[in-house]
DNA sequence: CTGTTAGCGCATTCAC
DNA sequence: GTGAATGCGCTAACAG
């Protein structure tokens, strides 16, 4: 119980009267040893308290067994659910992870992948702001170093994601469907993240095939949401073009999107339907239970991380034309329902009557 | 742009025309070379991509600069939260993480430290179910590991934690001020955290302080908590111990509890009060916004490796007599208020008028 | 199947 | 102030 200094691979092939090579073996390929001697090795090991070194191993086999993941932040659920699913696949598969935040700021982004790659480990697992632009995902691939984009999309690299932007269109078509006719899209910055990017392009396309006038707000996310959408929806309030759904580029955003709407006397979702993206769990056990695009995040996570164990053990690159994309789907809450005055039929796009207003 | 192969401390000196020994201490001590040298060094050093390889340091000086981080969960904010100042302080402190979820096992606490000794991390950051009763903290202490709990309080052992009991001694008698006679405590199973056995102390100091009937209700966490508590409750209503006022463990069980009031028809906090612990962000968020005991997250855990950093720089081992106490701090929220019929003089423990009960 | 040998890349004595 | 030599602990060739 008390292996202060720590043991080594030729203390434990001293006292199982071994060489050290075999010791190494019986830890390495166990089946490459006779059963007596295996079992003697392993005794020693054992009763010494023996543990390989990590650091000679790696640096004799160069490889460290350590996976770096950069992503913007652990405080959105979305990310943290991502980092677990990674998390357990790298631990069944042998690896330990080592992840990095860039909190959204591209320039942490190369200083993480720097610190990474100093760091040694065997691949990388990152999430960027925008793929198509990144200078780092140009610099990993120079560097041919091992990696997958988790959210991003890129034709170009090897990526685990969803297709956000058929998925909004598709919400969107929903809420057409249940009469709604003025639907306010509220995003993060876009030149933030290509994720946002794409569900507003989703959107877009949603609200013209619905023949539909589309409206955006732009919000600081992350931050005083809030604030900025209940000065806009105000602003809007008894205008022909108040909306009666939000579409909300992410839960965060749908979540303050409701408390914005409470604090304006409007209820959700009579007075205002909204609907989130991301599906993080704790959108269930609120009230109302939130509306959203369910993304599968763990599984993201883990299926980013079998990828890279795969092609690791058989010393092949990712090729990017072998781009997961996984499906999503719609989890119905109680954010999202047919506007008040729902038109029983088809109605002029922005000829809504305008919802009653109360206040508290 | 192409490092394909990684460069040696060979590769450099070569280049500069010095030896391996000299590029070695440029990087580790440069003001020990005199600065012409110096600049040579670091030039070829930047044209080559030369990165010290930290494997071949790690054996070398016995130390990884990295530290072992273990956790619940990553799902629930407050962990997330507080692992976001791990890693920023580890950052600044030249460390990186390797992080290990437990999901509340206590038998993958073993698991969780057994890697991460085997990983050989210079220390470790952890928070295990029960300190008092966890046999990895007496494997940590018997191998001499570097290590701090966070969130978890022992005398015999280096902490950096808050006093959650004396808080929700305090929120009990703040509740009792506001007219609460009937305070029910929500909580997680007991023995699965000594976080929550000792906010309940501190709840049953509290009611006896107030000289009130303590009720407890255990539900499971992480789980279908809210069906739960809306099955308790909806039996209670009525009763003469129907609560006017919940006291959560934790903010997730808040939030259910708001969910599970609102299932029953009660409005918070007009007809039920309810009061969280954690202090997670998104509780501002919310509608009601959570009143609850705000838990500095980022920064326990970013004190927590401040000090293993400061421990490890002089080589000295932490002291439980160190230890750290940080401040806890109430939010009124919206979802705290006087029950809707206060008393304005004293009453009588279960004195109290039932509430009127009003279904949708 | 097992032992012997060599070296992964670096930091650190010790000479100079 | 700088260079030459040594070994951290391990695994991979190669012998036997």
Redesign the pocket.
């Known amino acids: 119980m008390f292996n202060h200094p720590?043991?080594?691979?030729?203390d434990?092939?001293d006292k199982a009267?071994?060489?050290?090579?075999?010791?190494?073996?019986v830890?390495?390929?166990p089946q490459?040893?006779?059963l007596?001697?295996?079992e003697r090795v392993q005794a020693a090991a054992l009763v010494l308290g023996?543990?390989?070194?990590t650091?000679?191993?790696s640096?004799?086999?160069?490889r460290t067994k350590a996976l770096g993941v950069v992503l913007p932040t652990l405080l959105n659920p979305v990310f943290a659910e991502c980092l677990q699913g990674v998390s357990q696949a790298a631990m069944l598969g042998g690896y330990s992870i080592v992840p990095i935040t860039t909190d959204y700021e591209v320039a942490h982004e190369s200083r993480a992948v720097d610190l990474l790659l100093a760091r040694g480990v065997d691949a990388l697992i990152l999430c960027v702001a925008n793929a198509a632009r990144s200078k780092v995902l140009a610099r990993l691939r120079a560097a041919n170093a091992t990696y997958v984009l988790v959210y991003n999309r890129h034709a170009r690299h090897p990526c685990v994601s969803v297709d956000g932007g058929a998925a909004v269109t598709t919400l969107v078509a929903r809420l057409h469907a249940l009469g709604h006719r003025r639907i306010l899209m509220v995003s993060g910055a876009l030149r933030t993240s290509d994720r946002a990017q794409q569900r507003h392009r989703g959107y877009l396309r949603g609200m013209q095939m619905s023949g539909l006038a589309p409206l955006l707000l732009e919000v600081p996310f992350m931050d005083g949401a809030t604030d900025r959408i209940v000065a806009q929806l105000s602003e809007l309030e008894g205008s022909p073009v108040m909306p009666t759904a939000l579409v909300c580029s992410n839960d965060l955003l749908a979540i303050r999107s409701v408390r914005a709407a409470r604090q304006l006397g409007l209820r959700v979702p009579d007075d205002l339907s909204i609907a989130g993206f991301d599906g993080i769990a704790l959108g269930c056990d609120l009230t109302p239970a939130l509306s959203t695009i369910v993304q599968p995040n763990a599984e993201m996570g883990r299926r980013s991380v079998e990828w890279l164990v795969r092609a690791l053990a058989a010393d092949v690159p990712l090729n990017a034309v072998d781009s997961l994309t996984l499906d999503l789907h719609f989890r119905d809450g109680e954010s999202m329902a047919s506007p008040r005055s729902a038109p029983l039929i088809s109605a002029q796009v922005l000829s809504q009557p305008t919802p009653r207003r109360t206040r508290p």
């Not at 009267?17 to 073996?25: E, I, L």
């Not at 023996?50 to 070194?53: A, D, M, V």
């Not at 640096?59 to 160069?62: G, N, V």
């Open positions: 720590p043991k080594t691979i030729h434990v092939s009267g071994v060489s050290p090579a075999t010791v190494s073996r830890f390495n390929a490459t040893v006779r007596p001697l295996r023996y543990r390989p070194n650091a000679a191993r640096l004799r086999t160069q």
